[in-house]
């Protein structure tokens, strides 16, 4: 961006309100075309329902960073003893570290590459910090290089760590088009989502079929789920009428006046519609 290009400069005095990007502390990662209107992006509702899209829609909402480095390029000038030039501007990037588990290592890892996405910036004071497009709707800023790096192994004086290369690809989005929204009042709500296993509990009857739920990563029980959260389909396909239980052990036991048969497959509803908000199924099981 070429000050001699500028038709029409802003004039430069100050406002009341000088607010300015704080600390990053978060990222949210989104399809390239995702955005939302500057309403929805001023409540939860919109970007809940985003964290618990389907696939080809989903925002992820990345943890909590345990320190962020700017490592921004600089513009690069060429002087000589009679001019001074701007060659070209510099590119935003970022060194992010974040600690958690192998599991979340693992999770991370496959969100690598030069992908089509965009990225939300999210800062230690809660401001979501991102881009105004042609339509006048809130996107991330485009990214050109999102990397998983390798595992930085623990070595006796700092912990085991997972660094995150981010950077960016229009180096005057921020420039030209960055805007702030302040989230500060339901930022914390938001709940990512956990993929959970199910599995069957001994010998089905025809009448009865025993599964648990668990998180993928840690084998914790997710409980409070309702016979609606349940998908229970013959081996035709067709849906089967169940009740649902939990009990003390965690279990949930299945019933149905249906008869029950080998080859009946239970899975978990689409995320957006569980009950228990926050988890999403890593695929059906077949009942033996």
């Known amino acids: 961006m070429a000050i001699d290009c500028l038709v029409s400069p802003k004039n430069l005095g100050p406002g009341s309100c000088n607010t300015l990007p704080a600390m990053p502390r978060y990222i949210i990662t989104t399809p390239r075309n995702f955005s939302l209107t500057l309403t929805e992006a001023a409540s939860a509702t919109a970007w809940q329902d985003a964290l618990l899209a389907s696939k080809s829609s989903r925002i992820y909402l990345w943890p909590k960073f345990f320190d962020v480095k700017d490592s921004s390029e600089k513009a690069v000038y060429e002087e000589s003893a009679l001019s001074s030039q701007k060659v070209r501007d510099g590119r935003?990037?970022?060194?992010?570290?974040?600690?958690?588990?192998?599991?979340?290592?693992?999770?991370?890892?496959?969100?690598?590459?030069?992908?089509?996405?965009?990225?939300?910036?999210?800062?230690?004071?809660?401001?979501?910090?991102?881009?105004?497009?042609?339509?006048?709707?809130?996107?991330?800023?485009?990214?050109?290089?999102?990397?998983?790096?390798?595992?930085?192994?623990?070595?006796?004086?700092?912990?085991?760590?997972?660094?995150?290369?981010?950077?960016?690809?229009?180096?005057?989005?921020?420039?030209?088009?960055?805007y702030l929204i302040n989230a500060s009042s339901f930022f914390t709500s938001l709940i990512p989502l956990t993929d959970v296993d199910l599995a069957q509990v001994g010998s089905s009857t025809t009448s009865l079929?025993?599964?648990?739920?668990?998180?993928?990563?840690?084998?914790?029980?997710?409980?409070?789920?309702?016979?609606?959260?349940?998908?229970?389909r013959d081996s035709s396909g067709a849906a089967i009428t169940h009740t649902v239980t939990q009990g003390t052990d965690g279990v949930y036991s299945l019933a149905s006046a249906t008869l029950f048969a080998p080859g009946d497959t239970v899975n978990l509803v689409a995320a957006s519609a569980l009950t228990v908000e926050g988890y999403e199924s890593t695929g059906k099981i077949t009942v033996v």
């Not at 995150?164 to 180096?171: G, I, P, R």
């Not at 599964?211 to 229970?232: A, Q, W, Y």
């Open 92 to 178: 935003y990037k970022f060194e992010i570290s974040i600690v958690g588990s192998l599991c979340l290592h693992k999770a991370m890892f496959t969100h690598s590459g030069n992908s089509n996405q965009r990225v939300f910036i999210v800062d230690n004071q809660n401001q979501i910090f991102g881009s105004i497009n042609s339509d006048g709707d809130f996107c991330g800023f485009d990214v050109e290089l999102l990397n998983v790096e390798k595992l930085m192994f623990n070595d006796g004086k700092v912990s085991s760590k997972t660094p995150v290369y981010l950077v960016l690809s229009d180096n005057t989005e921020i420039d030209n088009n960055g």
């Open 209 to 232: 079929i025993k599964v648990t739920v668990k998180v993928s990563c840690d084998g914790t029980s997710v409980d409070g789920l309702v016979s609606g959260d349940f998908d229970v």
